[in-house]
C-alpha cells in the first residue's frame, strides 16, 4: 500500500506535467513522490534543450498546485517541488548530449564484463555511440593520486579509470555499454 498512493500520485500527474513542460519548450523527465500518504513531497523534474528557468518552475508549479486541490490527487498536506535536474543527473536524451557537447563529463561503461570510468570531454554523439576525448595523465606520480589537475580544474579519478598518458582524440563508446555519463563541474582557472 505505501507505494501504491505513490504511483498513483505520479501516474496523475504525469500527462498534465509533461504537457506543461512541452507547453514551454521543455521535457518532464520524471516524477518522484516520496512521504507518507498523509504527507506526500512531490517531486518534478523538467529539463530541455534549453536551460530550466525559475519562471517555468514557478508556473509549472502553480497550475499542478491548482490540479492537484481541485481533483483532490492528495488527501492531506503535500509538498511540491518544480525544479530543473541537479549537475549529477545521468545524460541520457539525444537533447541532453547535444545541450553538453564540449563539456567535461565522467562516463562509466561495461567492456567484456569488466565496468570502467573515463573521464574527458563529451565531443559526439549519435544514436549508437557518444565520443569523448579523454583527459590526459602525464605522470606516473598523478595516476597514484585521487584528484589529478586537467586543464579544467581538478577531476577525480576512480578506481578502475580509463587512463591515457599519450594524446588520444577521440575514444568512441558503443552505447549499449554506457551505464552513466554525468557533467562534471568545470571551474573558471
Not at 27 to 39: D, P, Q, T
Not at 118 to 135: D, F, K, N, S
Amino acid at each position: 500500500m505505501e507505494n501504491t498512493f505513490k504511483a498513483a500520485i505520479a501516474d496523475s500527474l504525469e500527462k498534465p506535467a509533461s504537457r506543461l513542460a512541452n507547453v514551454r519548450g521543455l521535457n518532464l523527465l520524471r516524477i518522484n513522490v516520496r512521504g507518507s500518504a498523509s504527507s506526500p513531497v512531490i517531486e518534478v523534474l523538467l529539463d530541455g534543450e534549453r536551460l530550466v528557468t525559475i519562471e517555468d518552475c514557478t508556473s509549472v508549479s502553480q497550475e499542478l498546485t491548482a490540479l492537484i486541490d481541485t481533483e483532490k490527487l492528495v488527501r492531506g498536506n503535500y509538498r511540491l517541488d518544480v525544479m530543473s535536474p541537479g549537475i549529477d543527473e545521468p545524460l541520457v536524451e539525444d537533447w541532453q548530449f547535444q545541450r553538453n557537447l564540449g563539456r567535461l563529463v565522467e562516463v562509466h561503461y561495461q567492456d567484456a564484463g569488466e565496468h570502467h570510468t573515463l573521464h574527458g570531454h563529451l565531443r559526439a554523439y549519435t544514436t549508437q555511440e557518444i565520443g569523448i576525448e579523454p583527459i590526459h595523465v602525464r605522470s606516473a606520480k598523478a595516476i597514484q593520486a585521487r584528484t589529478v589537475a586537467t586543464e579544467d580544474g581538478l577531476v577525480e579519478l576512480q578506481r578502475d579509470e580509463q587512463l591515457y598518458r599519450d594524446p588520444v582524440e577521440l575514444v568512441k563508446i558503443e552505447r549499449k555499454h554506457v551505464t552513466k555519463v554525468v557533467v562534471q563541474p568545470e571551474f573558471a582557472r
